[in-house]
């Protein structure tokens, strides 16, 4: 009897050994890794290695939740003067939606010479973004109607958006494919092809504040002469605000062009 008492605790005791070191298992491969690093404690995660500088210069991560406003203004001067708007907006699930408009104020026929474009796509690894673009122009040698003055009328089609880099580092956008689909001056039934563009140059980042160059516009081709092209300098503050100026061309000429920017959503991405 107590031989037989002796080996149930031998057995009891081993199954809660095993329950122990089992449980012990299951809480070490929840827990992240700690290492001592000079004589501090930091996780795994803690402990990768950090972006360089040159990416965080040039690809820093956005964040994951971003809107954008920018809104400005250029002109030539006793020539044209330019209403401009953009908005921007990425949704953690990758969703992304883009938005720019162009009209030239001072235009005194109707409809005015003017650029939309709607772009809805998805966003990936934070540096590729591809989706379908809706786009319209107006502005002289459209005939679709006989009662504007000049020939002028509204017309669009849909293309293709692409872009490569990060909103607040390098980084390039076209738009493709997109075809106007009218009658431009004396030839019935032609098409032509729209181009909105941008490249985004940043030249000195730091913690407060970013400087970037930034060359962008439109133009149709190649009946209709519309089109704008603007090389401006922005500067982004405490990565909320952008104020921007600098040159715009028109087909009436060389001017100026002037703006701001405001950006909500999600915390901004680490300082340099």
């Keep these: 009897m107590a031989c037989l008492n002796l080996i149930r605790l031998g057995g009891g005791a081993l199954y809660a050994l095993i329950v122990f070191f089992a449980l012990q298992r299951g809480v070490a491969s929840a827990t992240p890794e700690v290492k001592v690093v000079s004589g501090e404690e930091k996780t795994e995660?803690?402990?990768?290695?950090?972006?360089?500088?040159?990416?965080?210069?040039l690809v820093p991560k956005a964040a994951p939740e971003r809107l954008t406003f920018n809104l400005g203004g250029g002109f030539v001067r006793e020539q044209s003067a330019w209403a401009l708007f953009a908005a921007e907006y990425d949704h953690p699930s990758g969703f992304i939606a883009r938005g720019h408009f162009s009209l030239e104020a001072r235009d005194e026929y109707m409809p005015r010479e003017a650029f939309i474009e709607g772009v809805f796509g998805y966003r990936w690894r934070g540096l590729f973004e591809l989706g379908l673009s809706a786009l319209a122009v107006a502005g002289p040698e459209f005939s679709f109607s006989q009662r504007w003055h000049q020939d002028r009328a509204w017309t669009g089609g849909f293309g293709v958006y692409s872009a490569i880099g990060s909103p607040e580092g390098l980084r390039v956008t076209v738009t493709a494919v997109s075809v106007l689909f009218g009658r431009f001056g004396d030839r019935q039934g032609a098409s032509a092809y729209a181009l909105p563009y941008e490249l985004q140059i940043p030249i000195f980042a730091h913690e407060r504040a970013r400087l970037f160059i930034v060359n962008r516009g439109f133009f149709t081709f190649p009946d209709p002469t519309i089109f704008t092209h603007r090389i401006e300098l922005h500067t982004l503050i405490v990565r909320r605000v952008r104020i921007f100026g600098g040159m715009l061309l028109d087909s009436y000429?060389?001017?100026?062009?002037m703006g701001l920017g405001l950006r909500f959503g999600s915390a901004p991405n680490a300082p340099i």
């Design 45 to 57: 995660e803690e402990t990768e290695s950090p972006p360089s500088r040159a990416a965080r210069w």
């Design 253 to 257: 000429g060389i001017g100026g062009v």
